[in-house]
Every structure is written in structure tokens, then in C-alpha cells.
């Protein structure tokens, strides 16, 4: 009941996240099938260049959105207007798609760093494997940040309208 009712208020960080996956489904198909562990280990090492700034770069983002959730929760407590629990479980929804695509960017990161071209002993399918969840791990970071976002922007929205005299916003 939880997640559904986590779902159905936030449509757009939903539609958002599974856009961003079809795209990188997408983009996936049109690189086409991979048939060779060699060409899985270059299709790694050139997925390896993008992906470390690409990692490092969520990695950071999800940092400060931690850490200004934080501030906002602070801001929030120390405020004479009152805030319904919607606003709460938004920052607490923020907070769990920001650890999560932080999680991920860290496991990815990880992965980058490990000399693939240097594992001679590995069954053939293992690189290509490799390569698909490498590929699927950044999408999905990036799907992830992408909902925070929106969710980030609508609860932002929510707490203006809130703290705003009048009804311009």
C-alpha cells in the first residue's frame, strides 16, 4: 500500500525515472548485440572513460542533496508555518533516491577502476555480462537522479507555495 500510494503521488519522478530507462534501453539496442569478449572489453573501457565522470559526478550531486536536505529539514523546523506530512515523506523520498543513485555511483566507480583487459582466466561471457550490467548500473544512476530531481523540485515548489504570502506562486 505504501509504495502505491509513494507512486501515485509522485507520477512525474515515476515517469521521469522509467523515461530515462527506456532511453537507455534504447540506446542500448542501437549499439547492437555484443559477440566477442573483446569487443565487450572495448566497449567497457570506452563505457569506463564516460562513466568515472559520469559516477563521480552523481556521486557528488547525491552528496549535496543530502546534505541540504538536512539544512532544509532544518530550516523547516525552525520556521513559524506549518508543513503537512506530505512535505516530510517527499524529503524522506529525496533522501532515499539520493542514497540509492550515491550507492550505486560508489559500485560503479568501484567497477571503473578494475583493470578488465588484465582478467585472462574469465569465461567469454563474463565480459559481455560485465558490460550489461555496467551499462544498466549507469542508466539506472542516472534514472534515479533524474527522479530526484523531480522530486526535489516539487517539494521545493510545495514549501514556496507554503511560505509565500498570497497566492502568486
Known amino acids: 500500500m505504501a509504495f502505491t500510494s509513494t507512486i501515485r503521488n509522485h507520477v512525474w519522478a515515476t515517469v521521469v525515472f522509467a523515461l530515462i530507462c527506456v532511453l537507455g534501453f534504447a540506446a542500448r539496442r542501437a549499439i547492437g ?3 566477442s569478449s ?3 572489453t572495448d566497449l567497457i573501457e570506452a563505457l569506463a572513460n564516460a562513466g568515472l565522470y559520469l559516477g563521480s559526478a552523481i556521486v557528488t550531486a547525491s552528496i549535496t542533496t543530502l546534505a541540504l536536505m538536512l539544512t532544509l529539514i532544518g530550516m523547516i523546523k525552525r520556521m513559524d508555518a506549518e508543513f503537512d506530512t506530505q512535505t516530510y515523506r517527499n524529503i524522506d523520498l529525496i533522501a532515499r533516491l539520493a542514497t540509492a543513485s550515491l550507492m550505486i555511483g560508489l559500485v560503479v566507480l568501484l567497477a571503473f577502476t578494475l583493470p578488465v583487459g588484465e582478467f585472462d582466466e574469465m569465461p567469454d561471457d563474463w565480459f559481455v555480462r560485465l558490460y550489461d550490467g555496467l551499462f544498466a548500473s549507469c542508466v539506472v544512476m542516472v534514472g534515479l ?9 516539487r517539494t521545493l515548489r510545495r514549501v514556496i507555495e507554503l511560505m509565500t504570502p498570497g497566492e502568486d506562486v
Do not use: D, E
Request: charged share 5%.
Open 33 to 35: 548485440r555484443v559477440y
Open 38 to 40: 573483446a569487443q565487450a
Open 145 to 153: 537522479v533524474g527522479a530526484t530531481v523531480t522530486v526535489l523540485y
